[in-house]
């Protein structure tokens, strides 16, 4: 017979984390195809392992090769996967792990942040004609003449599963974490954080983009490039999740679907910088070349208009990289100084109705000025508001706005 729906199921590290984890997403997995399901899985690595592995990097180099960190690193899916394979054949079962070579999973030459160019996917799909369950070492690819192993950076493994997911047409791609879906904020920091039952693509990637961890946000682009059918639900429960979806009319109704916090950023900011026409290029171009995404940029100039102030925010893990870079560019552009400012966090609202209604951004201005919350910088999109934030005042913005914008009632 058959099968009626393919299904793509993506594992976390902390849901693959011990052997017991591991049996049961295996018994999950087998559970699924006894009802008739094709059944592909994506592991990530061993939760820790990923950490331990960079620490003992970090013990060999005191700045380990990007290329062989990108060999070690993709190990320990590989680890998962045969070890989530094995259970499955313990459970009756025949599964076999796959490697992103050999899946097919084509990147870019950019180590340790690959970008997916296609995939292949042949073998994956021999593997389900078989009528056996494919075991996808996540967070990795190869480069296209098949050369390097890279990998796609943190988070990778859900772009493995969309990515596959979407090179398949799955009927449905389902994001196991030890979450049970999409929050309107961090449980943890907002008590009364209700989870939502359906989010939009643009809002999930917004919100992914801008601190929520549940999905990365590359993975968040994918699925909506494609339309993959997405769940985040609990590896933990049987909880039925949240679903990522297109937009419908209902979702306009909602000014603010959920806030989102990012304390993993500094801000730098270029002191006197001369107030030409391509100075900021000559600033970005260079942070560009090494890789470096840069986020916010405030430019603040003179009242003479002879010189300028120019702000920008990066992940912290490239904060390295980029004072370097601009420390460089801007001696040779005669600017006085570069300073950095690491305790800080972005604090954003999130939600399609914003299109249609006015009135959120005073709201949030006016909730953080009422709790003598100072902005350094602000930044927005049509279904977006972000703003810089001293990082001690992180949760407490994150609770009031909660409050005033209501996301504790259903919509």
Excluded: W
């Excluded at 970090?58 to 060999?71: A, F, K």
């Excluded at 480069?143 to 796609?152: F, P, R, Y």
């Excluded at 937009?247 to 002191?271: F, P, R």
């Excluded at 560009?288 to 603040?300: E, H, K, P, S, Y």
């Amino acid at each position: 017979m058959l099968a009626k729906k393919l299904i793509v199921q993506k594992y976390g590290g902390t849901s693959v984390g011990t052997k017991d984890r591991i049996m049961a997403v295996a018994q999950r997995a087998v559970k699924t195809k006894r009802a008739n399901n094709a059944v592909v899985l994506v592991v990530s690595a061993m939760s820790g392992e990923t950490d331990r592995l960079i620490r003992l990097a970090g013990e060999m180099h005191e700045s380990p090769p990007e290329r062989e960190l990108d060999m070690l690193l993709s190990s320990g899916e590989r680890i998962s996967a045969a070890l989530t394979a094995m259970a499955i054949e313990a459970l009756g079962e025949k599964a076999v792990s796959l490697s992103g070579r050999q899946v097919g999973i084509i990147t870019d030459s950019m180590h340790t942040k690959a970008k997916i160019e296609h995939v292949h996917a042949g073998r994956v799909r021999q593997t389900i004609d078989e009528d056996m369950i494919a075991v996808i070492a996540g967070f990795q690819g190869v480069t296209e003449d098949m050369s390097e192993v890279t990998t796609l950076g943190r988070g990778g493994s859900d772009l493995t599963a969309v990515a596959v997911a979407a090179a398949l047409r799955a009927d449905l791609c389902e994001i196991y974490t030890d979450v049970d879906g999409v929050y309107t904020a961090d449980p943890n920091v907002v008590k009364n954080a209700r989870k939502l039952d359906k989010i939009s693509y643009d809002e999930m990637l917004e919100l992914a983009s801008l601190g929520a961890k549940v999905l990365q946000s590359r993975s968040v682009e994918f699925a909506s490039k494609y339309e993959v059918p997405l769940v985040v639900r609990s590896s933990f429960s049987e909880e039925p999740g949240t679903l990522v979806m297109k937009e419908d009319k209902d979702m306009e109704n909602v000014v603010v679907s959920g806030i989102a916090c990012d304390k993993n950023q500094v801000k730098l900011t270029a002191l006197g910088v001369p107030d030409k026409p391509g100075i900021a290029a000559k600033i970005f171009s260079a942070i560009a070349q090494r890789g470096i995404v840069v986020d916010m940029i405030v430019q603040n100039v003179s009242a003479d208009g002879s010189v300028a102030d120019i702000s920008f925010t990066v992940p912290k893990t490239d904060s390295k990289g980029a004072l370097e870079i601009t420390t460089s560019v801007a001696q040779t552009l005669g600017a006085k100084s570069v300073i950095v400012k690491d305790d800080i966090a972005k604090i954003s609202i999130v939600g399609v109705g914003m299109r249609t209604h006015s009135g959120a951004a005073a709201k949030m201005f006016q909730t953080l000025s009422d709790n003598n919350i100072n902005i350094m910088m602000i930044s927005t999109s049509e279904i977006k508001i972000s703003c810089v934030i001293e990082g001690k005042y992180s949760e407490l913005a994150q609770r009031e706005l909660h409050e005033v914008f209501a996301l504790e009632k259903a919509g």
